[in-house]
């Protein structure tokens, strides 16, 4: 089934004052970002969209797809599911193996056997640490939890709506998680607090006090600086590897040092500001 | 009046969910009644009775509570009637794993822990299998896959029962429990029976004996590679 909009309806917030943002629509294409402290009721909003609440948690809040109420089996049915969440958990509690856990889900998502390899695949790029399908869940790190649920969502809960609650700091390669996750024509809500995640967003919901406060729509200037915090990112991730291989930061390259220069001087008035 | 009887391992989220479900029921009208039925300690009539409900407390010592609860059902009716309750909530110890308390003409509802792992509900025996709803709490523990794998498994038990999704501390889903609860046909007056029939339970253990060796033992005896006989008069 193609969706061509979800619609989030406001509600209250933890006092049980009226959020501010009264409705959101988001279309395939787009991705908006969650912001907000911890306990802002960033998890929540997003549970709320996974579960299609109507008006029966804790902030009131409605899910319309299409601007109407989803019937029951679109709402539970995994195979009729249209939506594919990345939690917040670190780890898995089930007690089996990387492989049948997997073959068991594909069968819930009804999709063939054959995904698991894709996601064993996948899920290993992510992660330095190998996963194997003989390993038991229970004992991956938490990179490997994390790496192996991204690379499940992706490959076998393939949904057109994406909810993703923090990946930036399971340790896994984030842009190439957010990449596998997000697709194409999806819509993606991605709670973060990584400015890099934050700005790729078309749009950002500003959470306090388990309200949704504003939006905030990315600007120009920001997708400029997005750039280069990529670079940065770029940077840092090469500088990382450095560090894994066992290497010393003698020859760290002139230009490396000119990007890190410049930007500290194009940034820091903005931040004394 | 309706019966509603909820089953459930200890620390399933029983007393979580319906503190929920009961204040919604609240809000919209309804006078509620909750009998809760443990075995040794019980400290659920707190929780509930701060909702300023009437509660019912029963402790089986001994004795089986699922056994318990229904020859002591009538008792219960009898109680909610004079609350002039429209609802009879019963919330079990939920120890057994061989019994189901559920009445023919009650709502049976059973809670199923989701972090206690995907096979669980294979384990849980008549108090899922016959269920008429099946709220599985603590998602909010585990990913979203292992969700939906613990679903496929309760179907696999009871292939007709209804799922609800909730969560006890944030009361997330407990409206559509309430929904369900509010949904419950009527007790007729006639005769209402149990949906399962009671463990075969007629072994001298049953009436006290205490010594282990086999020789003491006499009833129906079942070996442990599965042979049984039937030893006495
Ligand atoms: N994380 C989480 N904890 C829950 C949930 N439901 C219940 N709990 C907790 O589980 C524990 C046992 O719940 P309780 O309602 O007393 O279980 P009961 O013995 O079945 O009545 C309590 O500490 C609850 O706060 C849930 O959906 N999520
Ligand atoms: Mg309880
Ligand atoms: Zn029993």
């Known amino acids: ?273 | 009046m309706k019966l509603i009887v909820v089953a459930g391992t200890p620390g399933s989220g029983k007393t979580a969910v319906l503190v929920h479900a009961l204040r919604i029921l609240g809000e919209a009208g309804k006078n509620c009644s909750v009998a809760k039925v443990d075995c040794l300690y019980t400290d659920d009539d707190k929780r509930f009775s701060k909702l300023g409900i009437p509660v019912m407390v029963g402790l089986s010592k001994d004795m089986c509570p699922d056994h318990f609860a229904i020859y002591n059902l009538n008792e219960m009716l009898e109680w909610a009637e004079e609350n002039q309750s429209d609802f009879l909530i019963l919330e079990t110890a939920g120890l057994c794993h061989r019994c189901a308390p559920y009445s023919q003409e009650c709502l049976g509802v059973c809670v199923a822990d989701a972090t206690a792992g995907p096979n669980t509900p294979l384990k849980l025996g008549p108090f899922l299998s016959t269920a008429d709803f099946v709220i599985v709490t603590k998602g909010d523990m585990i990913s979203q896959a292992e969700r939906e794998i613990f679903r496929e498994k309760i179907l696999e038990v009871n292939p007709k029962c209804a799922i609800i999704e909730a969560n006890g501390l944030s009361g997330q889903g407990c409206a559509a429990c309430s929904e369900a609860m509010m949904k419950a046909r009527d007790l007729s007056n006639g005769e209402d029976k149990l949906r399962h029939s009671a463990p075969l339970a007629i072994c001298t253990l049953c009436v006290g004996e205490t010594r282990i060796k086999k020789e003491f033992h006499r009833g129906v005896l079942r070996r442990i590679d599965g042979f049984q006989t039937y030893v006495g008069e």
């Open chain 1, 1 to 273: 089934m193609d969706i061509r909009k979800i619609t989030i309806l406001g509600g209250y917030d933890k006092i049980g004052i009226k959020e501010p943002v009264e409705q959101i629509d988001i279309r395939p294409g787009e991705m908006f970002g969650v912001v907000g402290p911890t306990g802002s009721g960033k998890s929540s909003l997003i549970s709320d969209i996974e579960q299609m609440a109507q008006g029966d948690t804790f902030s009131r809040r409605r899910i319309l797809l299409d601007d109407a109420v989803p019937d029951y089996q679109t709402r539970t049915d995994p195979r009729k599911k249209m939506i594919a969440q990345i939690s917040q958990n670190m780890s898995f509690l089930a007690d089996m193996s990387v492989g049948e856990f997997l073959c068991l889900h594909a069968k819930c998502r009804g999709v063939r056997d054959s995904h698991v390899q894709e996601v064993l695949r996948l899920a290993n790029t992510l992660t330095g640490e190998p996963i194997k399908k003989d390993y038991n869940l229970t004992i991956l790190s938490g990179g490997q939890s994390r790496a192996l649920m991204v690379a499940d969502v992706a490959v076998i809960s393939d949904s057109p709506i994406v909810l993703i609650d923090e990946v930036e700091n399971a340790g896994i390669r984030k842009h190439e998680a957010l990449k596998a996750l997000i697709g194409n024509g999806k819509i993606v809500m991605v709670v973060t607090h990584d400015p890099v995640l934050a700005l790729m967003t078309e749009k950002r919901i500003v959470m306090k006090n388990g309200g949704m406060r504003k939006i905030i729509d990315t600007t120009q200037d920001e997708t400029e600086l997005l750039e280069d915090l990529m670079n940065i990112d770029g940077l840092l991730l090469q500088l990382r590897e450095k560090v894994r291989k066992g290497e010393s930061f003698e020859r760290c390259g002139q230009t490396q040092g000119a990007l890190m220069q410049s930007l500290y001087t194009k940034y820091r008035s903005e931040e004394s500001a």
